[in-house]
């Protein structure tokens, strides 16, 4: 996400670095930059256009200007101002209602509404200890109400069975009548989308929330929509009044604007971003951790958050136990593989590490492919437990058995072992460095398969 904008971003700074002092002209000449960076990425025309005017002062200002170190105070004014773009403080979700708190999930079809409510819906009860409910009120799109009701089985909350025949507003005061029977603290309610806007779906959401009264009522909306992103935003807003948004495909292409100018459009505040397929595969929205992201300074703490979402703690002892002693096995490798999945792939944690835009550079544009894991995962999981413990056993005619059982090739079993051996030194190399000096760049690249 937000990849195109980044790399613009981060050239452009690094010719401001090598300039030692900025003049006003030097000042315009990177607004331009700037804007046509912004407008690349998708961002609305007026949204830019108001960004750009409200950076210019501060930028040809004497804090700029008479700064020992111009380029730094650009970075830093651009920074702050991101994170004003983005929403400035941290929005969080507000449940404070008679129970059960009810809140709204709407949005246009294809958005992600039904997943992304079951992940919120699990974030809800594990993070904030609360029983949580879902219901369907979309009878319109096939099997609606079934997809939800099995993406909260997934998730580990109750949805409301569905009678076949009822109308939202049926269904929306059985939900109510059901949650407070059951003790719930919060109701969630899916709404039915549309593949455009429309009046009859404006109608039915203003019913809806006549009825429910929500405390939070959350625009769904993929991030990657492009310039349509304002239009949508505002509209929803105008008719029944969102308190907050929800952006998902937030791990997709480089562009991601719509997370730039749907807050600027209605004045509400991003909540939450959908990074992955997966129901655990939802983050808080902070902007100024995003802000550090798109200028590359990564986002260390988020990632440590992801980490100890995804890694058990006597799980993360073992494996530092075995790496300070230099031991490393193929069960090792898995463990890493599924771990690096969970924190939303070995891209998603890229993405948060300082620096990592210009190591990608390094790697001379090779791409991560995610699916990769997986048949390495297979591959791992068809040898015995001794060649996984002891992988000097792999010889010719074990790797292709292995390979027939995992559906790969043997060219694919002989790549996994070579990943196995640079990783296995690397290991050794922290027994002997420490962490600090095996986890260089250099180091970093060959962990992922870089020369």
Same mark, same amino acid.
């Given at each position: 996400? @937000?990849?195109? @904008? ?33 407008? %690349? =990425? ?5 949204? $830019? ?34 994170? %004003?773009?983005?929403?400035?403080? &941290? ?13 709204? *999930? ?5 958005? #992600?509404?039904? /997943?992304? /409510? ?6 809800? $009860? ?64 899916? /709404?039915? #989308? ?41 509209? @929803? ?8 948004? +929800?952006?998902?495909?937030?791990? #997709?292409?480089?562009? !991601?604007?719509?997370? &730039? ?19 655990? =595969?939802? %983050? ?20 440590? %958050?992801? $980490? ?19 031991? @490393? ?15 939303? !792939?070995?891209?998603?944690? +890229? ?11 390094? *790697? ?43 559906? /790969? ?13 640079? +990783? ?18 250099? !180091? ?8």
């Amino acid at each position: 996400m @937000f990849e195109t @904008f980044s790399k613009k971003l981060g050239k452009l700074f690094d010719d401001l670095r090598g300039r030692g002092s900025l003049s006003e002209a030097d000042v315009d000449a990177a607004l331009r930059e700037i804007r046509l960076a912004l407008l %690349e =990425a998708d961002v609305a025309l007026p949204v $830019a256009k108001a960004w750009i005017a409200d950076l210019k002062p501060k930028l040809i200002g004497q804090a700029v200007t008479q700064s020992i170190n111009p380029a730094q105070m650009v970075i830093k004014l651009v920074h702050d101002a991101l994170v %004003e773009l983005l929403g400035g403080a &941290l929005a969080p979700l507000n449940l404070s209602a008679q129970p059960p708190a009810v809140i709204l *999930m709407c949005g246009l079809q294809g958005s #992600g509404k039904t /997943t992304s /409510t079951a992940k919120l819906a699990k974030r809800i $009860a594990g993070t904030m200890n609360k029983r949580v409910m879902v219901a369907s009120l979309d009878v319109y799109r096939p099997a609606a109400q079934e997809q939800l009701a099995v993406v909260a089985s997934a998730a580990g909350v109750e949805s409301l069975e569905i009678i076949a025949g009822q109308m939202p507003r049926e269904i929306t005061q059985r939900a109510l009548r059901e949650a407070s029977l059951r003790g719930m603290d919060v109701l969630m309610l899916d /709404t039915a #989308g549309r593949l455009h806007l429309d009046e009859a779906l404006m109608q039915e959401l203003k019913e809806v929330k006549a009825l429910a009264n929500p405390i939070e009522s959350l625009l769904v909306a993929d991030a990657l929509t492009g310039q349509d992103a304002v239009n949508i935003a505002r509209n @929803f807003h105008e008719a029944i009044g969102i308190t907050g948004l +929800m952006l998902t495909r937030m791990d #997709g292409d480089g562009r !991601g604007g719509a997370a &730039l100018s749907m807050h600027r459009v209605t004045g509400q505040p991003v909540k939450f971003i959908g990074v992955g397929e997966g129901v655990d =595969a939802i %983050e808080v929205f902070d902007p100024s951790r995003m802000a550090s992201r798109i200028l590359d300074m990564g986002d260390i703490v988020s990632l440590v %958050e992801r $980490a100890q979402e995804a890694v058990k703690e006597e799980d993360a002892q073992r494996m530092a136990e075995r790496m300070q002693q230099g031991k @490393f096995d193929m069960n090792d490798m898995l463990s890493h593989m599924q771990q690096i999945k969970k924190m939303g !792939g070995l891209g998603g944690v +890229m993405g948060m590490m300082p620096g990592m835009g210009k190591i990608k550079e390094m *790697m001379q544009g090779k791409e991560i492919d995610e699916s990769v894991v997986r048949h390495q995962e297979a591959i791992i999981l068809s040898m015995t437990k001794a060649e996984r413990a002891s992988p000097t056993l792999l010889n010719a005619s074990r790797r292709r058995r292995i390979a027939s059982g995992s559906g /790969t090739s043997v060219q694919q079993v002989n790549q996994l072992v070579k990943q196995y051996q640079q +990783m296995e030194t690397m290991m050794k190399q922290i027994k002997k460095m420490g962490m600090k000096g095996a986890m260089n760049p250099a !180091g970093l690249m060959r962990m992922l398969g870089g020369r």
